[in-house]
């Protein structure tokens, strides 16, 4: 179970204040904990990325290594970069990620959403991508899509996220 904890400190040996959100994770952060658990998280948008530390958690879920440099652009264009954290106050951890791309005002496509295998099952995947669509909503965005491969698909449904009808209004290009 996830208990919202916005902005507000918990009780811990951890504990973090509304100060040290802004100052750790930038504005619009969002902090949660889990039930009987000291462990705090946090999701950003704002937060800067270490890129090794990025492809290390893109490791873990087997994901094929990409350039660094590819990465970096890649991120710089888009629209929403949302980090998932382990709180601590010296070392946070990136535990999870994902991101956007899209026009910026009407659509968007959601890409690379993972959390690390060791946080799986403990609701963070979800938490990521209410921020996600919250974050994108702010923004005016309300028509968003993604591409999930299919032993992943029960995630999103129960979401509320439905499937495009017979498979039929998709295309795909690859460059050779
Ligand atoms: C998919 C992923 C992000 C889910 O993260 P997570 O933190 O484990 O998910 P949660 O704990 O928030 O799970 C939320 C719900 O989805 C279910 N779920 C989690 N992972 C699932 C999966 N791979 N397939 C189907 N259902 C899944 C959970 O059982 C839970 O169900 P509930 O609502 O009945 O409690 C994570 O498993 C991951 O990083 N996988 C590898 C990378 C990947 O495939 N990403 C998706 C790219 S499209």
């Not at 999701?43 to 530390?53: F, P």
């Not at 954290?85 to 968007?108: M, Q, S, Y």
């Not at 890409?111 to 991508?129: C, F, I, S, T």
């Amino acid at each position: 179970m996830i208990f919202r904890n916005q902005g507000s400190s918990i009780k811990g040996s951890n504990n973090i204040s509304k100060d040290e959100l802004l100052d750790i994770y930038g504005l619009n952060s969002y902090e949660f904990t889990q039930k009987n658990e000291e462990e705090i998280f946090v999701c950003s948008k704002n937060k800067e990325l270490d890129l090794i530390e990025l492809d290390q958690l893109l490791q873990t879920v087997g994901w094929s290594r990409r350039p660094i440099r590819r990465v970096k652009r890649a991120l710089d264009f888009s629209i929403l970069v949302v980090s998932l954290w382990r709180h601590d106050n010296k070392f946070p951890r990136l535990v999870g990620f994902a991101r956007c791309t899209g026009d910026g005002i009407i659509e968007a496509t959601v890409w690379d959403v993972a959390v690390n295998p060791v946080y799986q099952g403990k609701g963070l995947g979800r938490e990521l991508m209410k921020y996600i669509l919250k974050e994108l909503k702010t923004i005016g965005i309300k028509k968003v899509t993604l591409f999930a491969d299919a032993e992943v698909v029960s995630f999103y449904k129960r979401q509320g996220w439905t499937l495009e009808p017979k498979g039929s209004k998709c295309a795909f290009w690859y460059a050779n």
